[in-house]
């Protein structure tokens, strides 16, 4: 026997390897494991996100009722004015009022989704934005007598409506968050001049409810807010606006 002969007959028939089957399979669940890892990543990047534009909304939200408790809260008057769509600004043409320092309104800029709120320097003879609230696709606005179901008799009761403390309730909806609360405009009153007296003059009188949205037939989207915060109240006897 030579020495080729003998290494063959020793040589091992066994081959070392993968089949097809095998790669295939380890593919699949190589592919699979990626799937449900890139699924989560995914979800828990979508959540972080989703969180985080919450907390942000919230907080500016939060911003905004802190404003409206400081500034509109202790308002001697409130009203509603046309909107100036071109400066977004209360327009008085109407209403022959004339703004003076620090008279305060509250606006919304429908092709931004933006809520300004702004305040009167007259030494620029303009209004200056104090705050703005951005991402909001809705906020709703009603301010009447703080209990206008018993001045109506509605309430099973009937009272005089004069000297009646005014409230404001609110709802902002935001993107991803909706906040809503109501406040006592504490140096307010119904019956008093400069109170609601240019908006709501007849039933139901001292009340105003609008809705701000994206619907370009929505007149009220055509109003602001306007409150006067640093004189005292003026009842309807006085001569001066």
């Not at 390897?17 to 494991?33: S, Y």
């Not at 809705?138 to 009937?158: F, M, N, Q, R």
Request: one cysteine or more.
């Amino acid at each position: 026997m030579n020495l080729k002969d003998f290494f063959k007959r020793y040589k091992s028939n066994e081959k070392k390897g993968f089949t097809v089957i095998e790669v295939l399979a380890v593919v699949a669940i190589l592919a699979i494991t990626s799937t449900a890892v890139v699924s989560v990543f995914m979800a828990v990047h979508k959540s972080v996100k989703e969180t985080g534009n919450i907390t942000t909304e919230q907080f500016h939200i939060t911003q905004v009722e802190r404003f409206i408790r400081n500034e509109f809260q202790v308002g001697s008057s409130v009203d509603v004015f046309d909107l100036d769509p071109l400066t977004f600004t209360p327009s008085f043409t109407a209403a022959g009022y004339t703004p003076v320092e620090n008279d305060e309104c509250m606006v919304f800029d429908q092709a931004n989704k933006c809520v300004y709120f702004k305040k009167y320097s007259e030494a620029t003879n303009s209004y200056n934005v104090a705050l703005t609230l951005t991402n909001i696709e809705e906020v709703h606005l009603t301010i009447c007598p703080y209990d206008y179901a018993a001045v109506t008799g509605t309430g099973g009761s009937s009272q005089s409506i004069d000297g009646m403390k005014l409230k404001l309730v609110y709802e902002i909806v935001a993107t991803d968050y909706t906040y809503s609360g109501g406040i006592i405009l504490g140096n307010t009153a119904a019956g008093e001049r400069g109170n609601m007296e240019n908006y709501a003059t007849t039933d139901p009188k001292y009340t105003a409810k609008l809705i701000w949205n994206q619907d370009s037939t929505n007149l009220t989207n055509n109003k602001c807010v306007c409150f006067h915060s640093e004189r005292t109240a003026i009842d309807s006897s006085s001569s001066t606006p």
